[in-house]
C-alpha cells in the first residue's frame, strides 16, 4: 500500500481557493499579486489561468478601496476573498474592516451580512524589516462582530479558509508564510460551520498546557516533543479561532494540567497571550495552578532587518523548551 | 453676493444666481408633481426630526439636508430596485427618495425596534434593501468604495443594474474617493458618483480646505465624465443623471455627478448655524433660501397653471398631517428589546 500523498500547507489554501472557486460560483479573489506567487507564494498558484481573470482579480495598489469593494460585493451576494499578500499592508484598510464589516450587522439591525473574508499573511524573516513581518491578530480579534481564524496546519489551512468563505460573518483569515512547506495528508474535504469551530487539542498531556495560534501552535508541537524528552508531559491547544475563543476547551485542560504557557507571534501589551491567561485567572480561581502562567512573545520591539538581531527576535521551539523547563522547575541541557 | 477667489464653480456656487422659476415647458406635467411631492415629502419629514431634535425626543446626531432634496430626487428618477445605493451621514434623501418607508425612517430616527434598522442605527444608520437602499454609515467617504464592489458584483451578475454613491464635498478630501475613482474607471465598473457639494464640511467653507471648490475635477482626472451642476435644480439633476445612468447600464462604466446645492440647517441638529464658517452668514443664508428647490419648482408650475395655489396648499397640508400622523405612531412604537444588543453582533437573525 502507498503511503497517502502529503500536501504543504500552502498547496492546502490553494485546493480551498479551487473547491470554494469550483462549487460557488459566487466565490471571488481580489488583491494585490494574485497573478504574481512572488506576493502569494505557492497558496494561489495559476488559479487566475483555471478560474478566470475575472474571479482572480489583481488590483491597483489600493488596499482600502479593494477591501470595502469586497463589502460591496458581498452585500449583494457574492463570497470574495481579499487577500493582503502582507499583513502590514492590510493596515491602510483598517477602515473597512473594523469600521464597517464588522459592524454593519449590527448598526443595521440585523439586516445586512457582510459576508466577506479577509485574507492576511504573515510574512517575516529574511531581514525584511518591521513594515514587513507583523503578526496583529490581538488588534483584530479585540473587535466584536469580526470572526479571527489562524490555521496551523495543511487541513486546517484549507478547511477553514472554505469554513471561512462560506461563513455569513465577516473572517480575517491569518495565515503564515513560515508554514507554507508544513505538509500531512488531507482527506477529502468536509464543510464545516465556522460557528461551531473551536481550540483543538494536538497533544494529550497532563503536565501543562501550552496555547499557540497559527505558526505559533505549531512551535508548542514542536516544543512539546523535545520537553517529552524531558520527561514532561505536555497538552497543546491550537487556538484555531481566536475570537470568538473556545475559552471552554482551555479552561478544561488548564484545570487538569494546573500549569499554563502561552505561545504569541504578537506583542505582549494587550496581546493574545494575555488574554487567555486573564480567562484563565478569571475563570479558575487564584489557586488553580501550581507554578506561575508563562507567556512567550515577541520583545516589545518593531521588528529588526539584521540578521543577528532577527535570530533572537522570533521564539523558537528552543525557546519554549528553556522557558517550560524553567517555569516547571525541571533541569534542562545548556 | 459674488462668488469667493479662487471658485471655478462660477454661478453654480454664487446664491445671487439661479433663484428663478424653473422652465417647465418641455416636461410631463404628472413628473413635475411627483418631483415635487417627493421633494415637499422629504422636507416636512426632516421638519419634523428638527423638532425632535429641538423637543429631545430624537437624540442621536441627525444630520438635516433640507434646502438639498432636489439631488436625491432627480437621481432616483432613473434608478430601480435592484440598483444599490450607498450614502453617509445626511441620507434621509437619499434614502426617502427611493421611495422608502416614512415610518421606518422616522421610527429608526427615534431608535425604535420597528425602524427600518430595527432601532440600532438611528439616523446615521440606514439600511432597506427592498428598495435598493445598501447602506449608509457616517464615517465620511466610507461607503464610496462599498458602492463601487456593489457596482462590481452589478458588472459580474451582467444584467444592467448600477451603484449609486452619495457623499459631500469634505469626502472629496479622503483619499479613499481616489483609490474608488481609479479603481471604478479601470475595470469599467457601472457607478454613479453623486457629489452633494454644498460647500461646507461641518462648520469649514470649502474654499478653506481645497484650492478649487469643484470636486469635478476629481473625475475627470481617473477619465471618468463628470459633470458639475445646478443641485437646486430638480429637472437638472434629473437630466444630467438620465445618461449618465443609462451609459451605466449599457456597460459603459462610472460617471460622476457633482450638484452644487447648499444645506439650510447646519452640519448636525436643526439649528442654522449662521456665525460658522469662511462665508456662511445670514445674509448667504436667505440668498440660498431663494434658490430652494422647492420653491422653485413649485413657481414654475403655478405660473405654467399646473396647479392652484390652493391645490399645492391642500396637498402640502395633506402631506403634513400623514406625516405627523406616522410621527406620532412612532414615538409610541417599542426600544429594541435587551437581546438586541447582542443578538446582531453577528449574522444569523432574520434579515
Known amino acids: 500500500m502507498s503511503e497517502p500523498r502529503s500536501t504543504s500547507y500552502g498547496d492546502a489554501i490553494r485546493q480551498g481557493f479551487e473547491y470554494l472557486m469550483s462549487t460557488n460560483p459566487k466565490v471571488f479573489a481580489i488583491g494585490q499579486g494574485l497573478w504574481s506567487p512572488w506576493y502569494v507564494g505557492s497558496s494561489m498558484t495559476d488559479l487566475d489561468r483555471k478560474f478566470g481573470r475575472e474571479r482572480v482579480i489583481d488590483t491597483p495598489v489600493s488596499e482600502l478601496a479593494c477591501t470595502a469593494a469586497a463589502i460591496g460585493a458581498s452585500l449583494c451576494g457574492y463570497r470574495p476573498i481579499v487577500v493582503h499578500p502582507r499583513m502590514d499592508f492590510m493596515l491602510l484598510a483598517v477602515d473597512p474592516i473594523v469600521n464597517q464589516a464588522a459592524k454593519w450587522s449590527h448598526m443595521l439591525g440585523g439586516r445586512v451580512a457582510p459576508a466577506l473574508t479577509v485574507r492576511a499573511i504573515v510574512n517575516r524573516g529574511g531581514e525584511q524589516g518591521a513594515q514587513h513581518s507583523q503578526s496583529l491578530h490581538a488588534w483584530f480579534a479585540h473587535v466584536p462582530g469580526l470572526r479571527v481564524v489562524m490555521p496551523s496546519t495543511a487541513r486546517d489551512a484549507r478547511d477553514l479558509l472554505i469554513a471561512s468563505v462560506l461563513c455569513d460573518d465577516p473572517v480575517l483569515y491569518i495565515d503564515d508564510r513560515w508554514l507554507y512547506e508544513r505538509s500531512e495528508p488531507l482527506p477529502e474535504v468536509r ?45 497543546v491547544i491550537d487556538a484555531r479561532v481566536i475570537n470568538p475563543l473556545d475559552e471552554a476547551t482551555i479552561l478544561e485542560s488548564c484545570s487538569r494540567t494546573r500549569a499554563l504557557c502561552v505561545v504569541d507571534g504578537g ?64 533541569g534542562v541541557a545548556a | 453676493m459674488s462668488a469667493l477667489r479662487g471658485s471655478e464653480l462660477g454661478s453654480l456656487a454664487d446664491p445671487a444666481e439661479l433663484s428663478a422659476a424653473l422652465d417647465v415647458r418641455r416636461e410631463p406635467p404628472l413628473r413635475l408633481l411627483r418631483f415635487l411631492r417627493d421633494m415637499l415629502r422629504i422636507r416636512i419629514i426632516e421638519e419634523v426630526v428638527a423638532e425632535w431634535v429641538e423637543r429631545g425626543l430624537a437624540r442621536a446626531p441627525c444630520h438635516l439636508g433640507i434646502g438639498q432634496e432636489a439631488v436625491a430626487v432627480g437621481v432616483s428618477a432613473h434608478l430601480e430596485p435592484r440598483d444599490r445605493v450607498f450614502g453617509g451621514h445626511r441620507s434621509h434623501a437619499h434614502y426617502l427618495a427611493l421611495g422608502g418607508d416614512v415610518y421606518g425612517l422616522l421610527a429608526e430616527i427615534l431608535g425604535r425596534h420597528d425602524g427600518v434598522s430595527r432601532g440600532m442605527g438611528g439616523s446615521m444608520h440606514l439600511v432597506d434593501r427592498a428598495v435598493g437602499f445598501h447602506g449608509s454609515v457616517p464615517l465620511v467617504g466610507a461607503t464610496i468604495p462599498i458602492a463601487v464592489g456593489a457596482g462590481l458584483a452589478a458588472k459580474m451578475d451582467g444584467e444592467g ?43 469649514l467653507d470649502i474654499a478653506q480646505r481645497q484650492p478649487s471648490d469643484r470636486v469635478a475635477r476629481f473625475g475627470e482626472a481617473h477619465r471618468i465624465p463628470s459633470v458639475s451642476i445646478d443641485g437646486n435644480d430638480v429637472l437638472a439633476v434629473a437630466r444630467a443623471a438620465q445618461p449618465l445612468i443609462a451609459r451605466a447600464r449599457a456597460g459603459e462604466g462610472a460617471a460622476l455627478i457633482e450638484a452644487v446645492t447648499y444645506r439650510h440647517r447646519g452640519h448636525v441638529g436643526p439649528k442654522e448655524d449662521v456665525d460658522v464658517g469662511l462665508r456662511r452668514s445670514l445674509d448667504e443664508l436667505a440668498a440660498w433660501k431663494r434658490r430652494d428647490p422647492i420653491r422653485r419648482l413649485a413657481d414654475a408650475m403655478l405660473a405654467a397653471n399646473l396647479m392652484t395655489p390652493a391645490a399645492f396648499a391642500a396637498h402640502e397640508r395633506a402631506q403634513r398631517s400623514e406625516i405627523a400622523a406616522l410621527a406620532q405612531r412612532a414615538e409610541a412604537a417599542p426600544y429594541p428589546p435587551q437581546s438586541a444588543l447582542l443578538d446582531y453582533v453577528f449574522a444569523g437573525a432574520a434579515r
Open chain 1, 191 to 235: 464543510e464545516r460551520d465556522l460557528r461551531s469551530e473551536g481550540c483543538a487539542r494536538r497533544r494529550l498531556g497532563g503536565d501543562i498546557t501550552l496555547v499557540g495560534a497559527g505558526y505559533s501552535a505549531y512551535l508548542c508541537e514542536q516544543a512539546a516533543e523535545q520537553l517529552a524528552g524531558l520527561g514532561v508531559d505536555c497538552e
Open chain 1, 267 to 330: 506583542w505582549r501589551p494587550a496581546g493574545f497571550a494575555s488574554e487567555v491567561l486573564a480567562i484563565v485567572a478569571e475563570q479558575l480561581g487564584p489557586s488553580a495552578l501550581r507554578a506561575a502562567p508563562l507567556r512567550i512573545t515577541l520583545p516589545s520591539a518593531p521588528a529588526p532587518t539584521s540578521r543577528a538581531l532577527e535570530q533572537s527576535y522570533y521564539p523558537t521551539a528552543e525557546t519554549v523548551v528553556r522557558a517550560v523547563a524553567k517555569q516547571l522547575g525541571v
Open chain 2, 161 to 203: 443594474a448600477v451603484a449609486v454613491s452619495y457623499f459631500g464635498d469634505g469626502a472629496s478630501e479622503e483619499g479613499v474617493l481616489h483609490e474608488s475613482l481609479n479603481l471604478a474607471a479601470t475595470f469599467g465598473i457601472p457607478v454613479l458618483f453623486v457629489c452633494e457639494n454644498n460647500l461646507y464640511s461641518s462648520h
